[in-house]
């Protein structure tokens, strides 16, 4: 089955701490992207990249870092830095640049900081 | 630039009644338009989208919307409300740059017995 798998559903972190969560896909997507949701906020843009050894900031990147050393996986680490890191990540993918398509959603992690 | 304005953040439909969520965008170029379902502690999944082919735009689970141009509104309707329907919806715009969609904050759906 294609898809984006992120792991773990679940984390918690102490404060302090730098936390890696992970993003797969096997949808050979060139365009992968990682969102924060809030309740009542939407989902705000993180990181996004699209194409492999490239990626761009988006809206709230501050306090965050990515990779992108294969094309199917976008690691997102959420550093010391970022001052109010409890909320709902989301990873996503999209078939390429310059395409007016629709981005295709993991299942979410969830970070708490204790 | 664009942008996206749901209004409601919450609406409360009976189960067997109209839905009406409502979508309003901007955009400075003809925009591709997205409505997402996302129920809790999930990722979200795409209901429909309008990509200029036709202004009504059916999707899954018997929503469909139509694009109005002249009043820049994208609208999710479906005829009868069930129970299953109770979720987060999301409309999102795209103008093709960078690959960027932008998310309206959500509305979230009550289905009343």
């Known amino acids: 089955d294609g898809g984006i798998t992120q792991s773990p559903k679940y984390l918690f972190r102490k404060e302090g701490q730098n936390v890696t969560l992970s993003c797969e896909q096997n949808?050979?997507?060139?365009?992968m992207y990682w969102y924060r949701q809030d309740p009542g906020q939407g989902l705000r843009l993180i990181y996004y990249s699209q194409i492999v050894n490239d990626f761009q900031k988006g809206d709230i990147a501050e306090g965050y870092s990515v990779s992108r050393e294969k094309k199917e996986s976008f690691p997102l680490t959420v550093t010391s830095a970022q001052k109010n890191p409890t909320a709902f990540y989301l990873c996503?993918?999209?078939?390429?640049?310059?395409?007016?398509?629709?981005?295709?959603f993991g299942p979410g992690t969830r970070l708490t900081v204790l | 630039a664009q942008s996206v304005t749901q209004l409601g953040s919450h609406v409360s439909v009976s189960e067997g009644a109209l839905v009406l969520l409502r979508c309003n965008y901007s955009s400075s170029v003809p925009p591709y338009l997205f409505w997402y379902v996302q129920y809790p502690n999930q990722g979200l999944q795409l209901l429909l989208k309008y990509t200029s082919a036709a202004t009504l735009v059916k999707g899954i689970n018997g929503f469909e919307a139509e694009f109005k141009k002249s009043e820049t509104s994208f609208h999710l309707t479906k005829p009868s409300a069930h129970m299953s329907d109770a979720a987060e919806y999301f409309c999102?715009?795209?103008?093709?740059?960078?690959?960027?969609?932008?998310f309206g904050k959500g509305t979230r759906l009550h289905i009343l017995p």
């Open positions: 996503a993918s999209s078939i390429g640049a310059g395409v007016y398509n629709e981005q295709f």
């Open positions: 999102a715009v795209s103008e093709g740059r960078d690959d960027k969609i932008i």
């Open positions: 949808l050979n997507h060139d365009a």
